[in-house]
């Protein structure tokens, strides 16, 4: 399969869909990205990159680094996450509040703010410095040293993150937390500030199509089974209140971020991210989400 | 009408209730209260007063603290408080998180929570020590100097209201607190700690019955129609999520608290404060209730 | 108190608002009333009649007859009605099933849709042709025997009255209802179908500011409480999702419907009925709401 | 791959389990099948058949048939259905009312009652007599002319079934219905009652592990991508609000019905049936979903 004559292809052919979407403007700091931006690496099972456009410039994560910190607290406590976060779609927005005070402070799943509050809470009760593991997690995951928290995106957070400052108080009043809100948010905000580039991140992303292992090193980053729970989460909660149009349409394991970074995995075969901040009305890239249905479309591939 | 031989009857027949509610515990300090106090307080239109029971010792006004706060608020603003405060009845819990998420960060009234948060922030907006300003209001209302904060309540409330945190950081994130949220929340969990005993509370609501005018210095506290606004928001909004049966079984407008207080007057005639620590199921003094229905079943008084 | 001369000026000074309400159109029958129309008649305690306007037209109760089911259940069954229907203020539009789904089929209070299938449904457990019986009560309350069914609203309700259709078996999938949904819709159908003048529905209601008991005939049409009670529900339940604002605006116990009619009363005074088809957000009537607003602050009467 | 051995082992494994579940009971008919039964059925992409226990029996199809009228309505209608059905998992109870209201009648998905319904009026549209039509669809699919409906269950649901009658009149109050309610609901109900065997259905879903096109005859049943659309819709979508648990547990697209059975396809590789009445709190099969995991687990198969 020639990847990057695929790349090239979607490069461009999203062109004119850049102006489409709405940069993300819930925090300052984000809005300031331009729209045009766009770029998209491929990473075989094999080890073989393959870039276009901005592959190689950072980013913000933002909730694509949900999937780290899951992957993390999988490693810390196993099966024991699920006693404090549940696996079911939420069928609301991602920042809701409705369904966590119906649900009693348990939230649906740990992709949408709420879980991935519990979720810092749970890596906060094993580490002090949940952040800085966090980091280097993600460093030796994508084999990048010098990737580093965006400190203006923290204190932007800090200053305008209101809505998820009541939710980890309304999880704190239900007992769902164990540390003090302020410091599960400190960092919480650091995780979604991480930069990275596509290439970082699609790197990061691939013992998930290796069953857990990483192709490079060798070492298991989770167990076989863990890594298909993961993928799973990815499919049914991973893309905000727009996973069943994500799954229909692009047919693959996915988690977005507001900074319009896509991160998806073909078992067995590539890992992939898109980056184009423009994002379509559910809050996923809407250029990035073209190229990943394209790209799945050309290749044929698609777990279903 | 010898409400002194209506007030022993009453008092003589809680006694076997008072067992029956439950203390509030959702804040440490408030669970302390030994259950078994009941006292009664009616001051009537002409500056007389009735007692029984513990209606000389001073309790937790908690939630009968927003009728002090809407009123000032009226005399700030008028009715431009309501751009951002409804006047309806809630339906859901007072400390509800959802009905806010629907509506785009207004609350329903002034006497739920978020409702009396965004009235604090009003008054914020006009008066640095929000807190103190309050405080001398309803001293000057009820004629007695000496009423106080209590600040174990208010220590207490900030340690442990992570709800209350998570309301106001939420109204904040609509854009309808103008004020940081903990300089709001600090003036407001004051407000909620203030100790006064049912004869303090009856004096203070007395301009009520009678059409907003102070009947012992004669100075016009609120305008008519203001008084009559007021109560009307007592009646549909005033008990909780038991406006209906509070209305049905005593026919009063009526504002209680957890701390088990309740506040009712009868226009023209008088007002009365009733206390007693165990609550009903809607959060209401369950004592409290009985006995301002059979207040009102052995006076035959009513608004309706 | 030259009620006359009040209601003159009311019916000058509404003329300009008439146009801006909007006719009911969710059932077509309905949508063809001019919404020019305005009449209003008041009815003394002491039997004295006050008309202005259309007050002489007949025309469709609606939900006012939600009253006359209500008071017809409360006498067959007393307290027992409580059992299966609420009493507090729905805080959502008066044709949701939401709170019913959470609440599990039984209707917030006897004044919303749910509810008054449900008080219909009790009245067809004691008598066959409870649609006759209620239209008997209706004439004998309102002392005019010409008193009629709109059969065309009949059928226009049974041809396109789904979502009452949906509400009916909701709550039977529930177990709240003893009868069919066929039978109990056929009969909820025609009491709102009943077409009555201004002055009938006033005459209709007097017994409510006279503590239940008529004051032209001097029978008992519910014990004192009774009345008590019932008003105590038009006020926190009577208006649809606009109750704290018509109890904040009006200051009386009302009843409206989509058909432009409200009844309102001041207990030991009058009774009043106002009707003019266009209505506000809330399905109240617009001009008829400002009317009563007028009414009360011309007079100064209010219940607070 | 030795299948026999793999199910003998399932069948083996899951008797200790078959009492743990709750046979339905919403309608009469279904709580009558004994809580003991278990089938299963697996037919490889080149035709070969595995079966054990009560795989020859048939069962009352019920939601598992909202596969086949959705692969119908997208011959039908194409991507057209997608204008008056979502396809996001709900996040609520399958027979819930709440999301349609907030959302106008539109049905989150086709996999919920809601929207099977909607389903069957756009099959009505185009055909008089759909139930036949989809029982031949069915016949021609399962390769079986004596699959039948049950006309018991269909007399059963049409006496009991009071939540799917409000929800068909719902959808049909926000115009989202074509064909009268009644006539929705009588092919809705014959759907559901279809009796089919655990070899009659992992036959009739074999297209779906095939690229859309029966391996037997060879006939393409849905194009390629609209077969790998309806997969990602079972995996978010098919099995009530547990396709989160499901996807995780069991690691391929199904679709359940309260009936107990389940169909799940591997594509390229097999389709299967299980069977068993007794349902795990979310409305599945349990011992259905212990046997499905057993397999995937057993054979290593997944499609994440």
Known sequence: MDYQQILNEIYAKVQPCLTRGKVADYIPELSHVPQSKFGMALVTHGGEVFEVG???EPFSIQSISKLFTLTLAMRLEGNG???RIGREPSGTAF???????????????PFINAGAIVV??????????????VLDFIRELSGNKTIQFNRDIVRSEKATGYRNVA????IKSFGNLRNAPEAVLDAYFHHCSIAMTCTDVARAGLFLANAGRSPSTGSEIVRPNQAK??????????????????????????KSGVGGGILAVMPGQFSVCVWSPGLNQSGNSLAGTMALEWLTTQTEVSIF
Chains 1, 2, 3, 4 share one sequence.
């Open 95 to 109: 920042n809701s509040l409705v369904q966590l005070e119906y649900e009693n402070g348990i939230p649906r799943n």
């Open 167 to 170: 939710l980890a108080n309304f």
């Open 229 to 254: 729970h993961i993928k799973s989460l990815m499919l049914t909660c991973g893309t905000y209140d727009a996973v069943g149009d994500f799954a229909y349409r692009v047919g693959l394991p996915g």
């Open 54 to 56: 901005d592959a190689a």
């Open 81 to 83: 996450i699920w006693d």
């Open 120 to 133: 810092t809470d749970l890596i906060l009760s094993h580490l002090d410095n949940a952040h800085e593991t």
